[in-house]
């Protein structure tokens, strides 16, 4: 399939997910990067298949049948089309696990690019990282490559990726994750986080991040580092007092350096700001908290400003809960490690389009984009797409549809106290101790 024709097939969709692209993004990128991926003029094209992919990840019903259906119904494939699914789960399987990747990636970084020096802090960019995990279901090609925890019985778990995020505070986009198996290399995925870092970045981590070598190696990068204290201690009896609990400090190079450092080296010393405060949540207990920054200036950088800075970081958690609660990554579907890979890319696809309809509400409401609603912007999305319509019928649809996310805006809620806790009881099931053909045959002995 040549690059006209794509263009030309591009042009004829009339599903409105193709014209969200053209107003969120750019389609022409999309048409780009999936151009190499096949050169057969096929009913699944690379386009429409990652569409159609697209729209099985924004729908709450994930089923590769409700996906082709409701291409049907929108007029992104022909009503002569085969019902059956077995042509679109081939077609997702030719989708290049890499390309899929650059379009998701470079999704956030378009959406992070559009961030105005007022959104920022300071007018810099702060980026958050993060762990996670996510649940994959039970095969023998999955639990290969991304094992279950081995703290559970042979048969009776799931198997677990884990991966570290990278987030930008101001538009709550997400660049990229980092993949791996196994609990506790969270500090090793985020170090190939580090190319999407630019010069004047701000990273916000909690006491994972509070190494010697990564903040050092980082600050050579020219990238600033505000994270939570980890096992150092800090005696404000000492160093460059700035004010009550806040001083400057010269960190030594530890002597026993860590065996991931190879042949980098590390400065002697390293000039550290710490600081302390205490917060106070009603309904919570109080917490004293101390941070580790290379940001040394008091005057430009205020202590103020670093504790609400740091308390912004909880943004991350919730953005998190979005792309897994709402739209449920949390646990994937697909039976093999590559398909979980690409379905994973399709998620992040899908939540930075999100993000990017928040950010043009947000603008719209001048409000923060804090105040607007994941769920809502992505249930009007789907309700915009129910059905086809000429690319300037969408503009108007679009249109009324991101003012209307701008008038529904979350309350402000600072400082809410829910407790964690659900009032309808779950249905009494015992849960799977054992392995299912196990408890089986004793169910098949009882019969």
Request: charge should be positive; proline fraction near 5%.
């Amino acid at each position: 399939m040549d690059m006209s024709l794509i263009v030309r097939k591009a042009q004829e969709l009339k599903e409105s997910g193709a014209e969200v692209l053209k107003a969120a993004f750019s389609l022409e990128q999309v048409q780009q990067v999936l151009a190499a991926m096949g050169k057969r003029d096929r009913l699944y094209d690379p386009v429409t298949t990652w569409l159609i992919f697209l729209g099985q990840t924004l729908s709450p019903d994930h089923s590769c049948r409700n996906a082709v259906a409701q291409a049907r119904a929108t007029g992104l494939l022909p009503l002569g089309a085969s019902v059956h699914t077995g042509a679109y789960c081939q077609a997702r399987d030719r989708l290049d696990e890499a390309a899929l990747q650059k379009l998701a990636a470079g999704l956030g970084g378009t959406l992070t690019q559009a961030e105005t020096a007022e959104e920022r802090w300071h007018g810099r960019r702060v980026v958050v990282p993060d762990g996670s995990s996510v649940s994959l279901p039970d095969t023998p090609a999955n639990q290969a490559v991304y094992p279950q925890p081995n703290t559970q019985a042979a048969g009776c778990g799931f198997p677990v990726l884990y991966l570290c995020a990278l987030m930008s505070l101001a538009s709550g986009a997400l660049l990229d994750f980092e993949l791996g198996s196994g609990n506790g290399n969270e500090l090793s995925l985020w170090r190939r986080l580090w190319p999407y870092l630019r010069q004047g970045d701000v990273v916000v981590g909690d006491g994972k991040y509070s190494s010697y070598a990564d903040i050092a190696l980082l600050k050579a990068r020219g990238v600033d580092v505000v994270a939570r204290l980890g096992a150092r201690k800090a005696d404000f009896r000492k160093g460059k007092i700035l004010c009550i609990q806040d001083h400057i400090v010269r960190w030594e190079r530890p002597k026993k350096l860590p065996a991931w450092l190879g042949d980098q080296t590390l400065p002697e010393t390293l000039s550290v700001r710490e600081l302390r405060f205490r917060v106070e949540v009603p309904g919570f207990r109080p917490d004293t908290i101390t941070l580790a920054t290379t940001l040394l200036d008091a005057q430009a950088y205020p202590k103020e400003d670093l504790a609400a800075l740091f308390f912004g970081r909880w943004q991350m958690e919730l953005r998190l809960r979005d792309i897994k609660t709402i739209l449920g990554m949390d646990i994937l579907r697909t039976r093999t490690p590559a398909r979980v890979r690409k379905e994973l890319w399709m998620y992040l696809a899908a939540y930075n389009l999100l993000r990017t309809m928040m950010q043009m509400a947000a603008r719209e409401a001048g409000t923060s984009v804090a105040r607007v609603s994941f769920q809502g912007t992505r249930q009007r999305l789907l309700a915009a797409a129910d059905g086809s319509c000429t690319a300037r019928g969408f503009r108007r649809r679009y249109r009324r549809m991101i003012r209307d996310i701008a008038h529904d805006l979350n309350p402000h809620r600072p400082f809410r106290v829910e407790p964690r806790a659900i009032k309808r009881r779950k249905k009494q099931y015992d849960f799977l101790n054992q392995p299912r053909a196990v408890l089986r045959d004793k169910l098949m002995k009882v019969a």
